[in-house]
């Protein structure tokens, strides 16, 4: 066999699986190309050329058939290893504008995959792809920052650290504003000439805006041009020149204060989201021998043992082995209702134990730990950012050059073609222009509002992945569920056996509990909960033979030389035995021995408390369609469809025709509207993956459900989608609240500014007042409780 290699495309944004087979045609029929796989699933092109081919020209070929057949998909080569991945303290960054700019040059780094910067929590997230240039792109990244922003000292994150954000008041600032502000009182109060006039203004100035012109200063040594420091000395030194002295101390005077109110209020928002997730625990009481030992949840290992005294927050995923207590769940799922435990009970990190004393046996190591888990989502959710958020990066990235020009052509072109017009009048003109040209208001508020928007589900006991899905939970209107374990309890109870008395020495009940014995689905556990209450003892292993599962029908098994077979009707259908046809409100179980029938049990599964109102709901709020899509039968299916109130049922399902179905769905959906997939995240990851968000029923221990959803709710009810979907509309709403009233208050004074109504007072408004309001408006984000 010739030498091949083998390289791996991501398809980001590939949502069409029909498109998904023809790119897979038209790149395997390409010279060079051995073969060529599309995992629609995981949107991966598998390509595999001849060792002697140009890869990268085959690479380049794939891309344009693509492209052709795709245009808004984006192509990107997979890494056969896994990226590294960096998360750094960005300690100091003050500036959002700053703070793109940043995200920016990073991203270009050489060997950086990705870049992130969190404003809000000021975190960097670098994802690269050796960890060889690890201390290269750290290096690199401190570069960037401090030429970026002065001050801003780059530091590795602290998990383990629990330390507030500063109130955002630095006193030696307030003293010298004071003082500053005093000079400016009585330049402005008092009557003095020229010289001492302005002697008195300037020192003003310099008290009040040195540390501004110094960056500006700084700032244009190291390239950065068109930031907020240089703008406003500029506007200010401008002032000066064309003697308007009290409108140019003024200007800077409130500037800082608007800042400083805007640190205060950025600090106060960053607080909220932390308190909101403030669930890590600081240690465990390990048992060692007869001894307690305190250590870091870090250190306890699986199987250890631990003692969680009442108040203390649970640091590690186990079972109880001793003890009995009520557990505070409300840090995981915004339930109010404590819940019991006892021996034998799981038990997860981040809830807190409220009156008894337990001994825990250690199940999960703490970085595979719910709470720990459950941080890392909230925390990088940021990363995920939404088309509005990406939307106004780029905006800002145009905004401010586009104002900087507009100032000069406003102070250079009107006095030249305008008789009469003097100098000194447009350059003030233009001088109002630049105090508007930093676009802090939308770039600081509109991140916080998604991220306070998270921040916000999260206490409600709803995680969700990004601030892309909480967006697209604007735009849903068809809702799409499984049944069991969704609408359904899904803890099954036998509710009706019928025997036709054929199997010698044996009822039916004890041959569906020998062939359902190796099953660990629901429906086999209640079969064999049944036989164990009947008898009072378990099912012999020791007596089955040839064990077989039948995919999608059942089981046959040999036990005292009869061939027993348990499973649906499509199982008699395929055996050619005559069976007897059930409507039950429930799933019917045949039994068949040695080829005749035996008779059927009906396992009835039942539908949760507020499931009904929580369809009702999202009619209420216009979801259009909803719909369900489940394995069990048609007549099962049908009447908990009418119970509900469901626009459709889709029945008797393989897993692999779930996805079929909601490929079918998704094609019948507005072009702009979403479709949402809601399961138990365990059985269902593959549609799960398909839809546009996939959301986890009952998150709280599966690993599955977190893995696979977009959003996880982490209580098993319905009701919470609601939640989810009103928190995504509130969270809409506040941002472009925000988007709106800055660019509108601009977008005036830049007129009465260009008019010359507008004086440098309304200018520093329209900036700072205007960010502190956009930021006030976004903490609203965070209050979640009435919806």
Same mark, same amino acid.
């Given at each position: ?131 060889? +240039? ?10 960037? /920052? ?88 500029? /506007? ?41 997730? !403030? ?37 590690? !995923? ?62 990088? %959710? ?23 020009? %507009? ?49 916000? %589900? ?75 209450? /009947?008898? +009072?003892?378990?099912? =012999? ?41 059930? !409507? %039950? ?24 408390? +507020? ?126 609240? =925000? ?38 408006? /976004? ?9």
């Amino acid at each position: 066999m010739s030498a091949t290699i083998k390289k791996e495309l991501l398809l980001e944004g590939l949502d069409c699986a029909n498109c998904a087979a023809k790119i897979e045609h038209k790149v395997k029929s390409l010279d060079s190309v051995s073969t060529a796989t599309m995992n629609f699933m995981t949107k991966t092109l598998t390509i595999e050329t001849a060792a002697t081919a140009e890869v990268h020209d085959v690479i380049n070929e794939a891309v344009s058939i693509i492209k052709k057949l795709e245009p808004d998909v984006t192509v990107k080569e997979k890494r056969m290893a896994n990226a590294e991945k960096k998360t750094l303290m960005l300690n100091g960054l003050d500036c959002s504008n700053c703070a793109a700019k940043i995200e920016k040059e990073v991203g270009n780094i050489a060997g950086v995959k990705s870049a992130n910067v969190d404003f809000v929590s000021k975190r960097l997230i670098i994802e690269f792809n050796s960890k060889h +240039d690890e201390k290269r792109i750290v290096d690199e990244v401190s570069k960037i /920052a401090r030429r970026i922003e002065s001050g801003i000292k780059v530091a590795e994150e602290d998990k383990n650290s629990k330390k507030g954000d500063e109130d955002g008041i630095n006193r030696l600032e307030i003293v010298k504003l004071a003082i500053g502000a005093l000079f400016f009182g009585v330049g402005v109060i008092f009557s003095f000439p020229f010289w001492a006039e302005l002697s008195l203004f300037l020192i003003s100035y310099v008290l009040v805006g040195g540390q501004v012109v110094l960056k500006a200063v700084k700032n244009i040594i190291r390239g950065q041009v068109f930031d907020e420091n240089f703008l406003m000395g500029v /506007a200010t030194i401008g002032a000066f020149a064309i003697r308007e002295f009290p409108e140019g101390v003024a200007v800077m005077l409130f500037y800082q204060i608007g800042e400083l109110f805007q640190n205060i209020a950025v600090n106060r928002s960053r607080r909220s989201i932390k308190a909101l997730m !403030d669930i890590r625990p600081d240690y465990a009481n390990l048992k060692v021998g007869s001894e307690e030992k305190t250590v870091s949840p870090e250190e306890v290992k699986i199987g250890d043992i631990i003692i969680i005294k009442p108040g203390e927050r649970v640091p590690l !995923d186990g079972k109880v082995l001793e003890g009995k207590s009520m557990l505070d769940t409300s840090a995981l799922t915004g339930e109010s209702v404590p819940r019991e435990v006892e021996a034998g009970s799981d038990i997860l990190s981040g809830f807190i134990n409220k009156n008894g004393l337990l001994t825990v046996e250690v199940t999960k190591e703490f970085g595979e730990s719910t709470v720990a888990k459950i941080l890392d989502l909230v925390q990088n %959710a940021s990363s995920k950012k939404a088309p509005t958020e990406n939307f106004i990066t780029r905006f800002a990235r145009y905004y401010t050059p586009v104002v900087v020009f %507009a100032a000069l052509a406003l102070a250079v072109i009107p006095p030249l073609i305008i008789s009469g017009a003097a100098f000194s009048d447009w350059i003030y003109r233009a001088l109002v222009f630049l105090v508007i040209s930093c676009p802090c208001a939308l770039v600081i508020s509109i991140p916080l509002g998604f991220f306070g928007g998270i921040g916000g %589900a999260s206490k409600n006991g709803i995680l969700i992945k990004g601030s892309n899905y909480l967006e697209a939970l604007n735009s849903v209107d068809t809702v799409v569920f499984d049944k069991t374990g969704t609408l359904t309890k899904g803890v099954f109870k036998v509710t009706k056996v019928t025997d036709h008395g054929i199997i010698p020495d044996m009822t039916i009940l004890e041959a569906a509990a020998y062939a359902e014995s190796y099953s660990n689905h629901p429906i086999s556990q209640s079969i064999l909960q049944a036989y164990n209450n /009947a008898y +009072d003892k378990e099912i =012999n292993k020791d007596e089955i033979e040839n064990y077989e599962e039948i995919s999608g029908h059942g089981i046959s098994v040999k036990v005292r030389d009869c061939i027993i077979l348990a499973g649906n009707a499509g199982l008699m259908k395929k055996e050619a035995i005559a069976y007897e046809e059930v !409507d %039950a409100a429930g799933t019917v179980v045949h039994v068949a021995v040695d080829g005749k029938y035996a008779g059927h049990m009906v396992i009835s599964d039942e539908v949760k408390e +507020d499931a009904a109102n929580a369809l009702k709901s999202l009619k209420t709020i216009g979801i259009k369609k909803l719909v369900m899509l489940t394995g069990d039968s048609k007549a099962v299916g049908t009447k908990v469809g009418q119970a509900l109130g469901l626009d459709e049922v889709h029945a008797e399902l393989l897993p692999h025709q779930k996805v079929e179905k909601l490929e079918e769905l998704e094609k019948n959906k507005s072009p702009k509207g979403k479709l949402v997939f809601v399961g138990d995240g365990i059985n269902d990851a593959p549609v799960l993956a398909r839809a546009d968000i996939g959301v986890a029923m009952g998150g709280l221990g599966s690993d599955a459900a977190i893995e696979a959803a977009d959003v996880v709710l982490m209580t098993d009810e319905p009701a919470k989608l609601v939640t989810a979907i009103k928190i995504a509309r509130r969270t809409r709403v506040i941002v472009w609240q =925000n988007i709106i009233f800055a660019l509108g208050v601009k977008g005036i004074v830049l007129l009465l500014g260009a008019g010359g109504i507008a004086t440098m007072w309304e200018a520093v408004f329209a900036d700072v007042g205007v960010a502190v309001i956009a930021i006030l408006n /976004a903490m609203r984000v965070m209050k979640a409780e009435k919806l």
